[in-house]
């Protein structure tokens, strides 16, 4: 799953998609990725050249190309290449111009203007204006559009063209993420108007005004995008990506050690086992750093097993998930505890821990109504075994172990647990959107706003919203409304620190962990310099060396 604002952190999506994370709003002040330090045949920097191809694999395919459609991270992945949002972070975190070359926010809040950049142009060659950036905001709004990210455009109570390239919104009231929120991917007009957005053809061939073209998508196998030489801030210098749906990781390796591929996200036994060879010190680049999202046991609230908030924290008690970061994770992970990542300034670390206690579990189940009252070691309620099913994403190995250990502690307090991996479209539109599922083990990805509403707020429980394990807190509607609607930093993270507090009450969902993101690279790639962003901020200007380029690649 991916999550609020997508799109605007896109460049971070090219990497979390190859360890299985997903995408959310956060802010951070993380220092700088940790990188490994190898001896490579590409050490030593040349002159930046253009050429060559770079292979990613990624255990899951895109669903759709559109980004207003987008809700997981593998279809991000593709759109944050191809699209471009009004703004954007730099490496350092900063809210930069991208379409937009400035604007201009009022005294009150209320209303900003934006200036765009003259010099941008469609893949196809038409000019991008303000009547792309109203008909993507009208379609955001549209209720006949099936997005999850309508939110933050429903707040708008005006929006004024003023020439081709300026134009302004008016918010009902002060709306901190406003200005974040225009780094969703635009859409051009002069392709869509008029059409019915989920039936168009860009859904599989997209036109953006990116670095990357769209060239070729074959579903289950790969995505292949070329570079766009009119992009305007200069044309990329690798000539094509070419990313592969690889779903098993073992098959992945095995592909990235036969020299098939450039680029893939490592587990932590490939990491810190399985890679630390010479062959492949000479010949790739290894990345450390914590990853921008956690992993999480989300229970459907529909289901009368889960309604019971006694038994979600006896479930999370339940849970060792120490040794689950340790594990699966072979320590690359922290244990999670709130929607936020733990080094970043909105992370709430006083909230209740529910720390593992087997026994305590068991006490607390039995004051819900759950024992075992037939004598076969399975905890039973008004006649009905306590026994559910766990689905996750197929070829997330890490999720699948951390659903065994899941499954073994469950076991040991009485409770029934049966694991299914799902191939990720099916898992998508069939259990997920349907919410067709008893319980879930996903990610969410963390951005850089804390605004959470889409995830959490109760009116976000729609198909193919992002509330599908349909959770309901009024009191969390209010301090989400709250947080957007405040500028002062303190007292935003007073409701979100609040919002924290009453989330680790609930628990909706257990949170497991936040791992480590662990991307390998081919050492003949030059020009990635970790940031606090990540090292995918600057993709655009990655390069081989001429002696170094291994696919030649016409135009």
Not at 56 to 61: A, E, L, P, S, V
Request: glycine share 6%; proline share 6%; charged share 25%.
């Amino acid at each position: 799953m991916t999550s609020t604002h997508g799109p605007i952190i896109t460049i971070l999506l090219v990497f979390l998609i190859l360890t299985g994370c997903d995408q959310h709003k956060a802010t951070t002040k993380d220092p700088s990725p940790k990188t490994e330090t190898v001896t490579s045949i590409a050490e030593t920097e040349s002159e930046p050249a253009y050429g060559d191809m770079i292979i990613r694999g990624t255990i899951g395919d895109a669903s759709v190309l559109l980004p207003v459609l987008a809700n997981d991270a593998s279809s991000f992945d593709i759109t944050g290449l191809i699209f471009n949002g009004l703004v954007k972070y730099d490496k350092d975190i900063q809210l930069v111009g991208d379409l937009a070359e400035k604007w201009e926010i009022a005294d009150d809040k209320l209303t900003i203007r934006f200036f765009l950049r003259k010099d941008v142009k469609w893949q196809d060659g038409q000019p991008f204006t303000t009547k792309d950036v109203e008909y993507t905001y009208k379609t955001y709004v549209n209720p006949k559009t099936p997005t999850a990210y309508a939110t933050d455009f429903l707040k708008v109570k005006e929006f004024r063209v003023l020439d081709p390239y300026t134009f302004e919104v008016t918010y009902t009231e002060p709306y901190a993420p406003a200005l974040t929120s225009w780094g969703q991917g635009m859409l051009p007009s002069h392709l869509l108007e008029g059409t019915e957005i989920t039936e168009s053809p860009l859904k599989r061939a997209p036109v953006g005004t990116g670095p990357y073209r769209f060239r070729e998508w074959k579903t289950q196998e790969k995505i292949v995008v070329d570079s766009n030489h009119d992009y305007f801030e200069g044309r990329p210098y690798i000539n094509r990506v070419l990313t592969r749906v690889i779903p098993d990781p073992a098959t992945m390796f095995l592909e990235l050690k036969a020299g098939r591929l450039d680029q893939m996200g490592l587990s932590p036994l490939q990491y810190t086992r399985q890679t630390n060879t010479k062959w492949f010190n000479e010949n790739f680049r290894k990345y450390k750093y914590l990853a921008f999202g956690y992993t999480y046991l989300g229970y459907n609230l529909l289901d009368w097993k889960f309604k019971d908030k006694k038994v979600r924290q006896a479930l999370t008690t339940a849970i060792d998930r120490d040794g689950i970061v340790k594990g699966v994770l072979l320590g690359l992970g922290e244990v999670a505890y709130t929607p936020y990542k733990p080094d970043t300034y909105w992370y709430n670390p006083n909230v209740k821990k529910w720390p593992y206690d087997p026994e305590k579990a068991k006490q607390m189940l039995a004051e819900a109504g759950w024992t075992d009252t037939d004598g076969d070691g399975i905890l039973d309620k008004d006649g009905k075994p306590f026994k559910f099913t766990i689905i996750t994403n197929q070829g997330n190995q890490l999720r699948e172990r951390a659903a065994t250990i899941i499954q073994r502690d469950l076991r040991r307090v009485g409770i029934r647990v049966k694991i299914r991996p799902i191939e990720w479209a099916a898992f998508l539109k069939n259990f997920i959107d349907r919410r067709n599922f008893e319980a879930c083990l996903l990610g969410w990805g963390i951005g850089i706003d804390p605004s959470q509403i889409d995830i959490w707020n109760s009116k976000k429980t729609g198909e193919r919203e992002l509330n599908f394990i349909t959770y309901v807190n009024p009191e969390v509607d209010t301090l989400l409304d709250q947080g957007a609607a405040t500028y002062d930093r303190e007292k935003r993270k007073e409701y979100y620190d609040r919002f924290q507090e009453i989330i680790a009450e609930d628990q909706p969902y257990t949170f497991l962990f936040v791992s480590y993101s662990l991307p390998i690279i081919s050492a003949r790639f030059h020009g990635i310099k970790p940031a606090p962003l990540g090292i995918g901020y600057n993709f655009d200007r990655w390069y081989v060396p001429k002696h170094l380029q291994k696919y030649h690649i016409a135009p």
